[in-house]
T-cell receptor, first 115, second 113 residues
Framework: EAGVAQSPRYKIIEKRQSVAFWCNPI?????LYWYQQILGQGPKLLIQ????????DSQLPKDRFSAERLKGVDSTLKIQPAKLEDSAVYLC?????????????FGPGTRLLVL | KNQVEQSPQSLIILEGKNCTLQ??????????LRWYKQDTGRGPVSLTI?????NTKSNGRYTATLDADTKQSSLHITASQLSDSASYIC????????????FGGGTRLMVKP
């Protein structure tokens, strides 16, 4: 079974530039998550989609971050403009549904460095 | 506020030795508690999941325990291998936070030959 795919794996940009990350979840998984993981910390949820609808985006800095999942499959996360503190690994995860016992499967992440 | 705290932050052990990682959480009730393993440069991978009614769960050389009364969980690794070098993250799903996962900061384990 193919896992969660993310690209690019690494990205280096200067502050105030824009960047976009892509995620392809496991086939058939209705729920998709974007997390931000700062070095040495656990992941922090940014946004959760159920199919193409947003379930939770309470921790998404909406002034600069945006995400979409137009067809309920792939998703993109965009940062515009980037700040130094956005340097982190951005993890995408998917699960079959939203049940409390559902296991989330994580992609390898995109490591972002903002200079 | 729901919080998950892990200790130690980092740990170095020799290959073949056992070790135990700790996880404490505040606020309850919770729905389930998971342990994830995160290799460097990779996403977390689920090791175990326990509901509030379970007090132990094994996955090969990994054994997780849960004490809902003291709000503590531990992950015991037996006969460590070099491939066990990774970060181990405790994750709690709290009832009062919907299905949102609350992640601990992780314990970074290094197994040396």
């Amino acid at each position: 079974e193919a896992g969660v795919a993310q690209s690019p794996r690494y990205k280096i940009i200067e502050k105030r530039q824009s960047v976009a990350f892509w995620c392809n979840p496991i086939s058939g998984h209705a729920t998709l998550y974007w997390y931000q993981q700062i070095l040495g910390q656990g992941p922090k949820l940014l946004i959760q989609f159920q199919n193409n609808g947003v379930v939770d985006d309470s921790q998404l800095p909406k002034d600069r971050f945006s995400a979409e999942r137009l067809k309920g499959v792939d998703s993109t996360l965009k940062i515009q403009p980037a700040k130094l503190e956005d340097s982190a690994v951005y993890l995408c995860a998917s699960s079959l549904g939203t049940g409390r016992q559902e296991t989330q499967y994580f992609g390898p992440g995109t490591r972002l460095l903002v200079l | 506020k729901n919080q998950v705290e892990q200790s130690p932050q980092s740990l170095i052990i020799l290959e073949g030795k056992n070790c135990t990682l700790q996880c404490n959480y505040t606020v309850s009730p919770f729905s389930n508690l998971r342990w994830y393993k995160q290799d460097t440069g990779r996403g977390p991978v689920s090791l175990t999941i326990m509901t509030f009614s379970e007090n132990t769960k094994s996955n090969g050389r990994y054994t997780a325990t849960l004490d809902a009364d003291t709000k503590q969980s531990s992950l015991h690794i037996t006969a460590s291998q070099l491939s066990d070098s990774a970060s181990y993250i405790c994750v709690v799903t709290f009832y009062n936070a919907g299905n949102m996962l609350t992640f601990g900061g992780g314990t970074r384990l290094m197994v040396k030959p």
